[in-house]
């Protein structure tokens, strides 16, 4: 159980930059994600942190102390792959018992047949028997611990796998997509395993994954990166309602957080379509901003009411039993926007319904050209700027 | 069906004609080495012999030479070689496939042009190593010439890159050294293609007959092939019965070797057993 720091991280590979100054401090017991498109550089910064990679700049630290001279086996830290990389000519207790067998024998005690003479070799043996069975009944696989590899499941491997990285009680967890090899219905599962496993052991774990469900379900904070940058790092309910860059809000959420055009007018306010909505940013006057609005703010309504800021049409319904989709596009615009609605209210709504669009101002985040968030103060608009436009 | 069956006869005619001449040598010397003087100049040709006198042959092959030593040599030199070459050639083959290092591709580039030359080339030039360490004329000046095998380190890169890296990390992170990675990890993933190895370099070896006659003098340190050629200088001229006899014993054991790992040949040479 360690916190683990990492300062100013870079790296590159022949030329082309992964990491840019990186730096991230992982408390003890924390579940953190590194979450981001793949060649984000997140499964580099995994693999230095674990040693397999070496860093061209920076400093990474476990428990306080700097571990950038230290080989992977003397850091401690155990690794989850993706492919589960498990020893195909093992049998899965084999595959759990070799890191304790690594660290507790000597050289001369592994040897096949001679070691087994050597003294206390049979006492070591028979105790790191016992903790990969501990291990093993723990993620329910201790009927298969005389298999190997190639004759169990997806699911089964990843348990092994889990196994393998949990036995030896390392300073922290890293795991490398673990759950991508997985059919959906075993991820989510699966997902539910790894939060608990993280809950009963309160070790660090560092997970890095492209899939945003996972980073927001199961971290206690989630690091977004793109292109070998951290754009945020913030628990994820903050990231979902507060992104600080476009990328950010983009990324997280399905779907797809609305994008729409919009401009600064001289007084602050933001115009959409030429209608201003109820928000103010301290931006540059005349620029044009981003306008971004998650699918599930809007309010929808058939008849234009008080509030109403778009009027379109709809084009698409996609029910997902819980919710319902509708995709709305507009006259004389590209753009188009997708609203997470109630299936009740959505069976007021077919193919070609006009559709009137409202939103609670706070929720509106508003976005500069180079993408960064800009602060906003919601406004009442008053009633005859409203008529002037409508 | 008329043509296909036509065509079925044509390329089993084909088939069988060159599995004749292939196996026909081989016949013959089991034939003749089976039959007495009489029967072997007897203008009359048959496939088998006639009387079972022939099997003096095998008996007066054994009490002429030294024939068993000869075959321990074999097994001796041919086990060395084989163990030295595994040696070398997977630490050699992991730090070609698995490794970054500056001069990599120069070094993969020299095994390959390694694969070009024949032993020959060399011949004289560690003929003269050997004389001047006194060497000569030992099981080393047999054993040593061949311990790296440029084929083995070539074949065995093949199979390692076909492992996967993360089997790499994951070994790193269990705390397993490179040397442990690469008899721990590597080697149980190319046993195939180290058995297919091991069969063309004893089989190679086995029969090779150029570098022991130019490395050994001491009739004692003979290899099977250089000893079975003693049979042809013997005072007495040539008896090929006895020649033969003894031909028959110093290949039986390839033989039966190979039918014994044939399936693990195949497997390693087409490397479909991985996965």
Known sequence: ?390 | MRTSIAAALFRHLILATGAVLMVLPFVLMVSISLKTEGEIYHPQFSLLPTSPDGIENYVAAFAMQPLWRYLLNGVLVCVGIFLAQALFALPCAYALAKLRWPGRNLTMAFVLLGLLIPPQVPAVPVYIMLWKFGLLDSYAALILPSAISVFGIFLMRQFFRTVPDDLISAARMDGLSEVAIVWRIMLPTAIPGLIAFGILSVVGHWNDFFWPLIAIQTPELATPALGVMFFVTAEAGTNFGRLMAAATVVNAPLVIAFLIAQRWFIDGLTMSSMK
């Open chain 1, 1 to 390: 159980m360690a916190e683990i720091s990492i300062a100013n991280i870079s790296k590159s590979f022949a030329g082309t930059i992964i990491l840019e100054g990186v730096s991230l401090d992982v408390a003890n017991g924390e579940f953190l994600t590194l979450v981001g498109p793949s060649g984000c550089g997140k499964s580099t910064l995994l693999r230095i942190i674990a040693g397999l990679e070496h860093q061209d700049s920076g400093t990474i630290a476990i428990a306080g102390s700097s571990v950038d001279m230290k080989a992977p086996k003397a850091r401690d830290l155990s690794m989850v792959f993706q492919s589960y990389a498990l020893y195909p000519y093992m049998t899965v207790e084999e595959n759990i018992s070799l890191p304790l067998t690594m660290r507790r024998m000597g050289t001369l005690q592994r040897l096949p047949l001679l070691g087994g003479l050597l003294p206390g070799a049979g006492a070591i043996r028979r105790e790191i028997a016992v903790e990969a069975r501990q291990v093993a009944e723990s993620l329910g696989i201790a009927h298969l611990l005389s298999r190997r590899p190639g004759q169990l499941s997806g699911g089964q491997r990843q348990r092994v796998a889990l196994a393998r990285a949990m036995v030896r009680q390392p300073q922290a967890f890293l795991m490398d997509e673990p759950l991508s090899n997985l059919d959906a219905k075993m991820r989510v599962k699966a997902r539910a395993e790894i939060s608990e496993m993280h809950r009963r052991l309160q070790a660090t774990f560092i997970y890095v994954t492209h899939d945003q469900i996972e980073a927001m379900t199961m971290s206690d904070r989630v690091a977004v990166m793109m292109h070998g940058r951290l754009l945020q790092v913030d628990p994820p309910q903050r990231i979902y309602d507060e992104p600080k860059t476009l990328e950010v809000a983009r990324f997280i959420g399905t779907p797809e957080i609305n994008v729409l055009p919009g401009t600064v007018r001289h007084d602050g306010a933001i115009e959409v379509f030429d209608k201003i909505w109820p928000v103010v940013v301290d931006a540059g006057r005349h620029a044009p901003v981003s306008v971004a609005v998650r699918p599930e703010v809007w309010e929808v309504a058939q008849q234009p009411g008080e509030g109403s800021l778009l009027t379109g049409t709809v084009r698409h319904i996609e029910l997902l039993g819980s919710e319902t989709l509708l995709h709305v596009s507009f006259a004389g615009s590209a753009a188009s926007v997708v609203a997470r609605v109630e299936p009740t209210v959505a069976t007021r709504y077919r193919l070609g319904s006009p559709i009137h669009l409202a939103v609670d101002p706070a929720r509106i985040l508003v976005f500069t050209e180079n993408g960064k968030r800009a602060a906003t103060l919601t406004r009442s608009v008053p009633s005859q700027v409203r008529n002037l436009h409508g």
